[in-house]
């Protein structure tokens, strides 16, 4: 309850710190799947994220198979766009979650960082509000790698870094633990793709292991 009104408070003393206009990529996408969305005999688990999230989805889903029926929410935008829980309600409203599996970080640039903490801690509000029973997991940002150089970081981990700690701020008393993915790439150069952003089958299917791993240990049947 505490951690819901500082959220509150939060919004509320610093709207100024939100975007009042969204600051667009060229091309703006979305891609929403529900799988055995006709079904409630398991457990359903949203993924909320970017073309990371993506990538590693499908093998996610297997490893869930039986256990949990997988939604994703994939999307370019950053949670500092004044739309983005717009978007994300089309889910909420529809389905209960047992368990949400979030990141935000690789998108967005143009906004400043206290613009993405507040769009954070505007977002974990509302599924506080429209899906208080999930179990959130927060998902650390993974690291950008120079595309002529994969051995070596691009400068915009730095921004990954930073934004990586105020989200860990914000999820300290309201997420029930952290995935981090960027500590489970780091030094994996050989995942990443050649495009410095994405990842190859090995490294998809390296997170796909650990986020089903973080997922299963909330699922209400393994209480």
């Not at 909320?48 to 997988?70: H, M, P």
Request: aromatic share 8%.
């Amino acid at each position: 309850m505490k951690s819901i009104c500082f959220l509150i408070a939060l919004c509320s003393l610093c709207p100024f710190l939100f975007a009042d206009e969204p600051i667009r990529e060229r091309i703006e996408w979305i891609d929403i799947w529900v799988t055995d969305a006709d079904k409630e005999d398991l457990p359903k688990v949203l993924f909320v994220g970017d073309s990371i999230t993506r990538g590693y989805f499908g093998a996610v889903e297997k490893q869930l198979a039986g256990k949990a029926s997988c939604a994703r929410l994939t999307t370019s935008k950053c949670v500092s766009d004044p739309t983005f829980n717009d978007d994300l309600q089309l889910l909420l409203k529809q389905y209960k979650f047992s368990v949400i599996h979030f990141n935000n970080g690789l998108h967005g640039w143009g906004y400043t960082e206290e613009q993405y903490r507040d769009g954070i801690a505007k977002t974990v509000l509302s599924i506080k509000q429209h899906a208080g029973d999930a179990k959130l997991i927060w998902t650390t940002t993974t690291p950008l790698r120079k595309k002529d150089d994969l051995q070596a970081f691009a400068d915009d981990t730095s921004r990954v870094k930073v934004r990586n700690a105020l989200a860990a701020e914000i999820m300290k008393d309201n997420a029930s633990t952290t995935d981090d993915l960027f500590q489970l790439v780091e030094t994996h150069a050989e995942w990443q793709s050649t495009d410095g952003v994405h990842f190859n089958a090995m490294g998809n299917e390296a997170m796909a292991k650990q986020v089903a791993e973080s997922v299963l240990g909330h699922l209400p049947s393994a209480k």
